[in-house]
């Protein structure tokens, strides 16, 4: 789930020097132990969540998700087509097998107008405003026709357990899984900096937040993204194992 932005080189290079301060001095053990200072879930050790606790109208600031809204993003990666991905925020909610209902985000990667890749994933919120990763159900397609489906998995079904994917008050060094289901899906985010600055065809945004996401399933892949408040994500950068960008061509909000 790449979503980035082009930030002025100064500002970069800082962030990244700061990235690599706290990748020095570890964000967990490899049991999957919480970073000092985090309740975040870790690793793939299992939460139980109350229902009652949740709402499938998430409002984070740094990803809203009002039902209508829309972002258009254009990934590029040298050598390889351009693809276009269209996300758009659904009326349609799902319940999660562990009780909590959750909001639908319809996303779509095409070639030249064909589908690669589409995907319904679930989101909700909990009361301190921690936006949860439930799941996802994708798709991926070759001429026209699905081939396979891997990567699917919801919460509380064959040992998935949801994860954080964005914190309701970030700040550098506060690391949190973002989904967990052994051998498919185990993204890990942490906070890097708070206060950045991007600029993407969408346009210019500052205090803006920077994440650097990793996946144990694949060590060599470093992906920094960018969200901006009141828009989500903006931009996202592959500085390890791909050298992938996406950034942000437009955005449509809800009403």
Not at 33 to 44: E, H, I, T, Y
Not at 208 to 232: I, Y
Request: negative net charge; proline residues 8%; glycine residues 10%.
């Amino acid at each position: 789930m790449s979503r980035t932005t082009k930030k002025p080189i100064g500002s970069l290079v800082g962030a990244l020097a700061a990235s690599l301060a706290v990748t020095a001095c570890g964000s967990g053990d490899e049991s999957g132990a919480p970073a000092a200072g985090s309740d975040l879930p870790q690793g793939s050790e299992p939460v139980e969540l109350d229902p009652a606790d949740f709402t499938s109208e998430v409002d984070n600031p740094y990803w809203p998700m009002t039902p209508g809204s829309r972002w258009i993003y254009s990934e590029t990666e040298p050598g390889e087509p351009d693809l276009k991905v269209e996300v758009t925020v659904t009326n349609k909610t799902k319940m999660i097998a562990n009780g909590i209902e959750a909001n639908v985000v319809h996303d779509v990667v095409t070639e030249n107008g064909e589908p690669l890749e589409v995907t319904d994933d679930w989101y909700a919120q909990d009361s301190d405003g921690n936006v949860w990763y439930m799941g996802e159900e994708t798709a991926e397609y070759e001429n026209g026709k699905v081939v396979t489906r891997a990567g699917s998995f919801e919460g509380g079904v064959d040992g998935a357990q949801p994860g954080i994917i964005m914190p309701a008050n970030p700040e550098p060094g506060l690391a949190y899984r973002q989904e967990y289901y052994k051998g498919e899906a185990e993204d890990t985010g942490e906070i890097v900096s708070v206060g950045e600055q991007a600029e993407v065809p969408a346009g210019h945004y500052e205090d803006v937040l920077m994440t650097k996401d990793e996946n144990p399933l694949e060590p060599k892949v470093l992906e920094f993204k960018f969200f901006a408040p009141e828009v989500g994500p903006v931009l996202a950068v592959d500085v390890s194992g791909s050298s992938g960008r996406e950034e942000l061509i437009r955005y449509e909000p809800g009403k």
